[in-house]
């Protein structure tokens, strides 16, 4: 189902704004929520923020050590996921949405697997994103990056080859390996335009020394698209994917 509700036009910043306000707006008050992470999803953390200072009772859940200093430092009470009784509602970014599926592309900011996982704990999960993230197909523009042990990463980085990829060890601006929250290392690996990304999610999940990866398939329920025009949202036709 798609609806549309009237905005400005303008820059990147702008749409994600939009999409980021509008989501915040599904947050009722005493829930728990799942703060995402990445430029988007922090957007929807100040908005949050916005409400506790203004007396809305809401906890969250962080996704990444970025995004719970950010929390923490704008006043909102965090909890662990095992410390929470549930997750009523996680809002995350993304760096591809598949158009007809609402399968996900993500993980350019590293937080992959802990966004997984606050996604698979939460009732609902409700994307934000500029228009510039909708696609046909995952991987038209974004490798898939894939969390690996540090130890012979060089083993995953082979079998991801034999299935057909290009694995880039991910750096970072200083030119060291980059390290994920949780001390791991990221492929990011180039399969093209995925014309079968449940195939290819299992057949990495199998390999020895992956923890995990940034496809994110049958989990979205809602995908908030800031546009120039204004929100445009997307809601799952299918029942949540079992997991
Ligand atoms: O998956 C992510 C981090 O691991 C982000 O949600 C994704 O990279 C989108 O980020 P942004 O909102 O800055 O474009």
């Given at each position: 189902m798609t609806t549309r509700s009237g905005g400005d036009r303008g820059s990147t910043a702008r749409l994600k704004r939009l999409a980021a306000t509008a989501a915040a707006e599904l947050v009722e008050p005493g829930m728990v929520v799942g703060l995402g992470s990445g430029s988007t999803a922090e957007l929807v953390i100040h908005e949050l923020a916005a409400r506790v200072r203004a007396g809305t009772v809401l906890t969250g859940v962080s996704t990444s050590r970025r995004s719970e200093r950010l929390a923490r430092r704008l006043g909102i009470p965090l909890l662990a996921p095992e410390e929470a009784?549930?997750?009523d509602l996680a809002i995350d970014g993304a760096d591809e949405v598949e158009r007809g599926t609402l399968h996900l592309l993500k993980g350019r900011g590293g937080a992959l697997v802990r966004e997984k996982l606050v996604a698979a704990l939460a009732r609902r999960l409700v994307i934000v994103v500029d228009?510039?993230?909708?696609?046909?197909?995952?991987g038209e523009r974004t490798p898939v990056p894939v969390e690996v042990v540090p130890f012979a990463w060089i083993e995953p980085a082979r079998e991801l080859e034999r299935l057909g990829g290009k694995p880039v060890l991910r750096h970072t601006a200083l030119g060291q390996p980059y390290r994920t929250d949780n001390g791991n290392l990221i492929l990011d690996v180039d399969?093209?335009?995925?014309?079968?990304p449940e195939a290819l999610a299992r057949e990495i999940k199998?390999?020895?020394?992956?923890?995990?990866?940034g496809l994110f398939l049958g989990l979205t329920d809602t995908v908030i698209v800031g546009e120039p025009d204004g929100v445009r949202v997307l809601r799952r036709e299918q029942p949540r994917a079992a997991r």
């Open positions: 009784p549930s997750i228009v510039s993230k909708l696609v046909d197909r995952l399969f093209g335009p995925l014309d079968q199998l390999i020895t020394g992956v923890v995990d990866h």
